[in-house]
């Protein structure tokens, strides 16, 4: 059971500080996540600036002020708080009036919201007040955003422990993230951190959409903490520290390198032909392409780099996906391996990661997991 997190002004461990001299409302609620089942909704009162750079899992952003009425207000403050706060007033009036006429007039009178803004301050205050007094039962989150970002901080140093984390390594090419999803598909817990970093972790790997920013990263790992059973096992992707911009937090990694650790074997043929068909959409970028690749001319000089793009310009992709495979990514890999994960427990060999493949080597991944671990690390080594 998770505790509910107690706020003070002296207090030296985790619990969050809040303005004490703040004034107490009705439902005013500390975090806890164990009692967030009981709220129909969460709405997050901040700008929708805020919201994008992170919020509570699951929020609906009804802001009070928007970017520009926010930014206003901001700037009136620091020379007529008065009037500042009179213009915030009629502002927040107005949209809270817009979002219960577009969004809430069809809830009943038992609707039981959880409101908060950045610190659990006026925003949410004024929000909470106008529901309540319509009829709703609406609760405002104390400390707010910053409130709940500390215990998720928090959660997160101490949560990973409890999980066994099972780890699903492999070279470049041989499916991992696809062997997660299945596993996934077959009911597994499984913690897609690329996924949820929007990245695939390697110089080619960025998504088309931009990565979210750290805490956003943070907080949807904690959200997939928080609905694990830690009696069952948790897979997830041997990564390093880094996912393109983001960092995995320091407890989830450290728990990761003691988990057990499967290996995917495929040759080097099939893993061409899979990235292939998994980078087929931007294949058809060439100018993204071409950015990419020279990125590495650190690593490998101006005429490789040269003949890797002469290869992209004129389609040529199996033969680059190949080189780029042999003289780049398997190397680091090994690297990346043998420096975060040198204990393998299983490999797994495939000759097959078409997705009805991939399928049959996660029933494959389940059934090595509840077998006694056999000590594999030399035949990876010489394998891969």
């Known amino acids: 059971m998770l505790q509910p997190v107690s706020y003070s002004n002296t207090d030296g461990g985790h619990h969050i500080t809040t303005s004490s001299n703040r004034e107490r409302l009705a439902g005013d609620r500390v975090f806890d996540s ?34 520009d009425q926010r930014h206003q207000v901001g700037l009136l403050h620091s020379t007529d708080s008065f009037a500042a706060r009179r213009l915030g007033a009629t502002m927040v009036a107005r949209n809270c009036a817009n979002h219960v006429e577009k969004h809430m007039n069809s809830q009943p009178r038992s609707w039981k919201p959880l409101v908060y803004c950045w610190r659990g301050g006026q925003r949410s205050s004024a929000f909470v007040h106008i529901l309540r007094q319509i ?31 099972h780890i699903i390594s492999g070279a470049t090419g041989s499916g991992k993230s696809r062997l997660l999803e299945a596993l996934a598909g077959a009911g597994a817990q499984v ?121 992209a310009r004129h389609g040529e992709y199996r033969l680059l996906a ?34 009805a493949g991939i399928s049959q080597l996660a029933w494959r991944v389940l059934e090595c997991s509840n077998r006694p671990s056999n000590k594999l690390a030399s035949a990876v080594e010489s394998n891969v």
């Open 34 to 67: 164990t009692s967030l089942a009981e709220f129909d909704c969460v709405i997050d009162a901040r700008s929708p600036d805020e919201f994008a750079h992170d919020h509570m899992p699951g929020a609906l952003n009804y802001p009070v002020l928007d970017n």
């Open 135 to 165: 009829g709703w039962p609406a609760h405002r989150l104390v400390g707010g955003y910053k409130a709940w970002r500390r215990q998720v901080v928090h959660d997160l140093d101490n949560w990973p422990v409890r999980f066994d984390f």
């Open 191 to 311: 913690l897609h951190l690329e996924q949820m970093a929007a990245h695939k972790g390697s110089v080619l790997g960025a998504a088309p959409k931009p990565q979210p920013s750290q805490k956003m990263f943070e907080s949807r790992i904690w959200q997939a903490l928080r609905e694990f059973d830690p009696r069952k096992r948790v897979y997830v992707e041997a990564e390093s520290r880094r996912i393109g911009l983001l960092h995995v937090p320091a407890a989830v990694l450290q728990r990761m390198r003691d988990g057990t650790c499967l290996y995917v074997e495929a040759s080097l043929a099939e893993r061409v032909e899979f990235l292939l068909a998994d980078y087929a959409p931007r294949l058809r970028e060439p100018q993204w392409l071409l950015a990419q690749l020279r990125r590495l001319a650190s690593l490998h000089g101006c005429e490789t780099i040269k003949r890797w793009e002469e290869l």
């Open 322 to 355: 190949t080189d780029l495979l042999h003289k780049h990514y398997d190397p680091l890999y090994r690297k990346s391996l043998a420096r975060n994960f040198p204990h393998v427990q299983q490999v797994l060999h495939t000759e097959d990661l078409s997705p």
